[in-house]
């Protein structure tokens, strides 16, 4: 009788414990990302595909088309064309074919440069269902990011920025807040 | 609120009147089994940190509608084999008795549909049509599963019926009726006129309330005893093979059942219409009790994980029985003392 009485009695004081621990979460904010509207800024080393890096000076690529990442490349998932243009003393990057859909995002390539000209992207909404949109120019992404941030900007001045952020879009220079405002997931880069 | 049951009651005749408490008993349940699931989602988000629905509506209020369009425009398929007439009957069985009960309810000083001098013992009578819908639906579902749930909520309803029974017998003999609107009146006055807190007629009250409040979340199958719909065990319990409305309908039936079940609670320890401090109306005054309970009910179902049957068996016969039985016996114990 004793026993079954203090079982009851811890039991149920156990039982108003747990109420009171869910209870104390009830009022706590939520932790929610609601993720079509908002999205979580991405790690400084978050590993997404290469993307490559603009010269802060020139507003230009760095790759001058040396294809070392080619070569390093083990799934064979890298093209470089490059030519040398008028005028200047390297040759400069032309096309810069990435498969995404062989890539195993092993980060041979980034190694391999010696000029620092290819780094990893922050973009990870990448959903598509089409699989032709995995198979991106980056160098032409470099160019439409960069014609984005002048037509934004209103003048070819806006190039002259920090080098980090410079090279990203407007659109992720958003995303680097903690969330953001509606805003829905970009689609793959052509 | 005098004037306006008198100015009903003058204008209209009896049969309007009824005609108008069906209308809005009828848009009463279906709105509150509509909104408690949002409620419930809403509270199991916060309970974990969520937001819950957001998407429909502000808020995610228009939620319960969304549903409601999807769940009508499902094909209803009676499976090959299964009894189509109980089938089909099964939902029906269990919406029913949550609205019929409700009649009796009384959610003001004059609002009541039906004010009749049994009105517990008809409540309980409808509330055990209930266990018998979920039975119909489980056993002509021709499905495992459902045959498993049906048999459990057989036995676990048999187990709940009896503590509960035995307070409301208590409850019976404190109030000395079944009039649902006399047992409010006899509680007027501030909140310690309820019969929760008469611990001189019984010094176990709280306890009593405990007990009818336990087998009330047995009995409408809720979290931590839906043994019935353990969907980790039971896909669905006895609800497996229902599609589209027919599910909607068990689902409504559930909230309807927890509404009925909170608002008899109410009445019979709250207070009912009674309010507690001498300012607004009583209809308010219920609700906000009702609704008090309500919470506590998705509280609790996102507090603790599933009884396991034993368990829930043990409780009711170790425990609930020999508990309720003794403040049973207190009770009358105490009240022959102060009659004498």
Known sequence: MKNSLKEIATGFNSLVTGMRITLGQFFKPTVTVRYPHESLKMPERFRGHIELVRDPETGKAICFACKLCERACPSDCITVEGAKLEGAKKRSVTQYMLDFTKCSLCGSCVEACRDGAIRYSHDYN?????????????????????????RLAGSPKSEAQGPRSEVQSPKSEVSKQETTAAEPPPTPNS | MQWVHNSISALWPEPLRLVLFLVGMLSFVGLNAAY??????????????????????????????????????????????????????????????????????????????????????????????????????????????????????????????????????????????????????????????????????????????????????????????????????????????????????????????????????????????????????????????????????????????RTQFYGLLNLSWEILIPVSLFTLILTSAMMKLLRA
């Open chain 2, 36 to 305: 408690l699931v949002w409620v419930e989602r809403k509270g199991a988000g916060r309970f974990q940190r969520r937001p819950g629905p957001t998407e429909v509506g502000w808020a995610g209020l228009l939620q319960p509608i969304a549903d409601a369009i999807k769940l009508m425009s499902k094909q209803l398929i009676v499976p090959a084999g299964v009894d189509s007439t109980l089938f089909r009957g099964a939902p029906l069985l269990m919406m029913s008795p949550a609205m019929m009960s409700l009649a009796v309810i009384p959610f003001g000083e004059h609002l009541a549909a039906r004010n009749i001098n049994v009105g517990l013992l008809m409540i309980f009578a409808f509330g055990s049509i209930n266990v018998m819908a979920i039975m119909l639906g489980g056993w002509s579902s021709r499905n495992k599963y459902a045959i498993i749930s049906a048999a459990r909520v057989v036995s676990q309803n048999v187990a709940y019926e009896i503590p509960m029974l035995l307070v409301v017998i208590t409850m019976i003999m404190v109030t000395g009726t079944m009039n649902l609107d006399e047992i409010v009146r006899q509680q007027a006055g501030a909140f310690w006129h309820w019969n929760f807190f008469k611990v001189w007629v019984n010094p176990l009250m709280p306890v009593t309330f405990l007990i009818f409040y336990i087998c009330m979340l047995a009995e409408t199958n809720r979290a931590p005893f839906d043994m019935t719909e353990a969907e980790s065990e039971l896909v669905a319990g006895a609800y497996t093979e229902y599609s589209g409305m027919g599910f909607g309908v068990f689902f409504m039936a559930e909230y309807a059942n927890i509404l009925l079940g909170c608002a008899l609670a109410t009445v019979l320890f709250l207070g009912g219409w009674q309010s507690p401090i001498g300012i607004l109306p009583g209809v308010f005054w219920f609700l906000v009790k009702m609704y008090c309970l309500i919470f506590s009910v998705v509280w609790i179902r996102w507090t603790f994980p």
């Open chain 1, 126 to 150: 990448l959903a598509s269902t089409n699989k032709e949109d995995y198979i991106m120019d980056l160098f032409k992404r470099l160019e439409n990011e960069r014609l984005e941030a002048e």
